[in-house]
């Protein structure tokens, strides 16, 4: 069964740090597109930053130099840093992982999410 386990959420101050990780039992998942997500209560859910699986990166206006996304090829993990937090990016924050390939169904996998709270 695929599981997608995100962890490091928690409250902290604005202007403080977090890191968030998800890791994928997944054993083809260096293959997968991944991305970080947030959602808040009555709005859907955008995409934070993505990262395909040749390493391109692309981060919403609202994080860029503040969020960093990196992955650990051999450990099957993604990081979220996430530093100089504002109190809007207070959220539930999903990990994702998908893979597209012509002619087989989409594999799109969403973990559990983790409560990102940012206030003092």
């Known amino acids: 069964q695929v599981q997608l386990v995100e962890s490091g959420g928690g409250v902290v101050q604005p202007g403080g740090s977090l890191r968030l990780s998800c890791a994928a039992s997944i054993s083809t998942f260096s293959f997968y597109s991944k991305g970080w997500y947030r959602q808040t209560p009555g709005k859907q859910r955008e995409l934070v930053v993505s990262?395909?699986?040749?390493?391109?990166?692309d981060y919403a206006d609202s994080v860029k130099g503040r969020f960093t996304i990196s992955r650990d090829n051999a450990k099957d993990t993604i990081f979220l840093q996430m530093n100089s937090l504002k109190p809007e990016a207070t959220a539930v924050y999903y990990c994702n992982a998908l893979r597209l390939r012509a002619g087989t169904p989409a594999l799109n996998y969403w973990g559990q999410g983790t409560q990102v709270t940012v206030s003092s």
């Open positions: 990262i395909t699986s040749d390493g391109t990166r």
